[in-house]
């Protein structure tokens, strides 16, 4: 089966997060099943200076809003087959994929993005020559308006499949942009692209590919109603039969701590006992008191109100009381970055911040801590948590979306069946955030107790291969129903 893979992100390109790490690894998933798939990413800068110089695939003339535009025909740093959209007046700049360096986003996204979509509706119809895909699978809104594109305005057979990686994101422009993007108006609207008088590139991808995936199988029932559907939860529950959650995985070579080169000591589950020099180590780099029997939490993440660090932040004096040290590593929401700063400032022996990304000190925390904290108010599939288990570094999660499906809750009765993986809490609030912490640390003190939870997460399998053969039997359904 040919199938192409739509992304605005690709890890060891471009990130910003999870989509880049699921897009690196499915791919590649995929392949190693038999599937001829090939990836199509935009020439942002560094995906430009990474591939250097690579042959022409085919030119895009002007089309509407559209200038001309080539595809590089590249190899990503995995190997895979790749088409790279080299447009400079879109990608080629100094800032990240969405955003200038203020955090503010780009005024012209509707058509960087429109431009994305156009090209793999252009791949689909034969422009690179005698490669055609069978199945085009776009991934979140920047790919979203690919199944329009085929459907509406080429009438191409080809089939669609659109990931939703997280619905709060869904490209929503003013409605002058249909001209500019060279979209029907008569798809404008409630049964189409249309979203409360704005185009909504998300919209358009759920009402017109032929199969509509999301990341975990919790996540997918949460959508379908209020409030984590984002005013599209009468879509998706009108195309429930056409829904599924298939669970991401991760990198299990990536995200190994008896391989991982980038943490002080490898361990594995029958060698827990070395797991406490990453931990000194990780106190040595962010300038934490160096104690054992502290108990130290980890957090890698977006600093958003969605991943709930507001929560952790009210909770930090409760926690704190405690024999407790904080790590933080991660960018967002400006407040929250000063709120976090300040409270390091005020703990400085106990509490370490480190604004931005670095994805060596990423693995460092992951290896080092004692907890993982995840208290996100939604969370689509997440991958941390995952990672944390794999290091033997229980999550503290809230139960929602790829949370809830992935951690189980500690309690005597799971420890003693040998399922326990964490700490698990219902409630969106601090105190319930510190009530789960607390359980974990009158349980640290029993070592024996506490290395069965750990081995129990790193023994679970969460690589790509469920996920990759639930994508080839969706592939095969929809090209031979």
Known sequence: ?????????????????????????????????????RVLVPGYRPVLAAIGECPVAATLEPWQGFPRARLLDARTPRGMPAWVLDCPGYYDRDAGPYQDAEGRDFADNAMRFGMLAY????????????????VVHGNDWQAALAPSYLKRVFACPVRCVQTV??????????????????LPAEGFTAQGYEFYGRLSFLKAGLCDADAITTVSPTYAREIQRAPLGFGLEGVLASR???????????????????????????????????KIANKRALQRQLGLEPRDDAVLLGLVSRLTGQKGIDLVIEAAPRLLARPVQLAVLGGGEREIERALVDLAAASRARVAVRIGFDETLAHAIEAGADLFLMPSRFEPCGLNQMYSQRYGTPPVVRRTGGLADTVIDCT???????????FVFEEESAAALAAAVERALDLFGESARWRALQQNGMRRDFGWGAAAHRYAELYERLIRP
């Open 165 to 182: 990686h997280n619905l709060a994101f869904q490209g929503l422009y003013g409605a002058e942009a249909l001209a500019t993007l060279g």
């Open 412 to 422: 005597p009765e799971s420890l003693e069946r040998g399922e326990a993986t964490g």
């Open 119 to 134: 090209a793999a509706a252009r791949i689909a119809q034969g422009v690179v020559g005698a490669w055609r895909p069978e």
């Open 240 to 274: 429930a039969d056409s829904l599924a959650g298939i669970l991401n995985g991760i990198d299990l070579a990536e995200w190994n701590p008896e391989t991982d080169a980038r943490i002080a000591r490898r361990y594995g589950p029958d060698t827990l006992e070395r």
């Open 1 to 37: 089966m040919k199938i192409l893979f739509v992304t605005s992100e690709y890890a060891g390109w471009i990130k910003t997060g999870g989509l880049g790490d699921v897009s690196a690894a499915l791919p590649d998933a995929l392949n190693e099943l038999g599937l001829n798939l």
